[in-house]
C-alpha cells in the first residue's frame, strides 16, 4: 500500500523518496509519514520514511518537500 507524495513537484512512492534520500537503490520502504519538524533550509514540510538501504540496515530518513534538504538517523 503505497501513498505517493509530492517532494520538489514530483510524485514520488516510499521507495523513490527513499532512493532520493540515500542517493541510490533501497531494497524496502515503509508509508511515508509527516514529519512532526520543519526543514531547516527553508521551513518547509519534511517528509519522513523508514528504508532499509541493505538487508542488515535500516535507516530513518528526512527529505523536505520544497528544496533539496535531506538528512537520516545514521551515525
Ligand atoms: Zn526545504
Known sequence: MAENRVV???????????????????????????????????????????YMPSVTAFVTGWKCQDCDWKETDRE
Open 8 to 50: 520538489q513537484g514530483r510524485m514520488v512512492t516510499a521507495r523513490a523518496l527513499a532512493e532520493l534520500i540515500e542517493g541510490e537503490d533501497v531494497m524496502e520502504a515503509e508509508a511515508i509519514e509527516d514529519a512532526d519538524r520543519d526543514c531547516p533550509e527553508c521551513g518547509g514540510d519534511v517528509l519522513e520514511v523508514g
